[in-house]
């Protein structure tokens, strides 16, 4: 502790050291530094593991004759939301379906037919009706039902206003690329390789009807070799007309 010296016994030099060693001493007891606590940072979410490209499988349908009423080949991939049992918040899981483990049903009807496909615990089941009318099918209806470890509960999900796959009778669908289809806010499904026909099979697919993206990669090649085939014309057309410009010069003697 630092004694105050009465101001009469004091020198100017001393009363500027008493005064600097008071202002060091409150500068080191009223500034010690601090260290500050960091604040933790909850680290994002994980991005769903997306696994590579599924499997084509062969998916066919027989009705009470044993005869196949159904064909579908195709591979899928599914696209679930749901809460983690063990992260207590929504997550995203990315699956694919294994043609080897799939058991296929189904059934067939004059203007409905379904196709099941189940593995483990995930069912997936296809819906498709056709307008006698027109003469068209379209996939009407999908219908996930799922029990994954890490679910709080088991999951169903459907949507049976869809208007996916839209084909001719006789015919069948054919989608090449990948293409997904949006069920729900929580569930979609992508497809790769896909062709079905839920009508109008006899033996084998119908002559295929492809979907748009399919279309629009056979329409790119078609704009280039048309292009390629008006660049040849013009130059064979300039080539021509230079030539006979050429002989115009000449006079005969």
Not at 104 to 125: K, M, P
Not at 193 to 220: N, R, S, T, Y
């Amino acid at each position: 502790m630092i004694s105050i010296i009465p101001k009469q016994n004091m020198s100017a030099g001393a009363i500027f050291s008493l005064l600097l060693a008071l202002t060091i001493h409150q500068t080191l007891t009223t500034n010690v530094p601090t260290t500050a606590a960091t604040p933790e940072t909850s680290s994002p979410p994980a991005s769903p593991v997306t696994p590579g490209p599924p499997e084509r499988g062969n998916y066919n349908v027989t009705n009470a004759n044993d005869t196949v009423c159904l064909l579908a080949r195709m591979a899928l991939q599914l696209n679930i939301s749901f809460i983690s049992s063990s992260k207590g918040k929504p997550v995203q899981e990315v699956l694919n379906l294994h043609p080897n483990l799939v058991k296929v049903s189904g059934s067939c009807e004059s203007d409905r037919a379904s196709l099941i496909l189940t593995e483990d615990n995930i069912t997936l089941t296809f819906g498709f009706s056709l307008n006698s009318t027109s003469n068209k099918y379209h996939l009407s209806g999908l219908e996930l039902s799922a029990a994954l470890p890490d679910m709080t509960k088991g999951l169903v999900i459907k949507n049976n206003t869809l208007n996916y796959m839209v084909g001719t009778l006789g015919h069948s669908y054919m989608c090449q690329k990948e293409k997904t289809l949006s069920v729900t806010q929580d569930f979609s499904l992508n497809t790769f390789q896909l062709q079905v026909q839920p009508f109008g099979v006899k033996g084998d697919f119908g002559a295929a009807e492809e979907c748009e993206l399919d279309e629009d990669d056979m329409l790119i090649p078609i704009i280039v070799g048309a292009a390629l085939a008006v660049l040849v014309l013009i130059v064979i057309l300039a080539y021509l007309i230079g030539r006979n410009r050429s002989h115009a010069g000449y006079q005969t003697i």
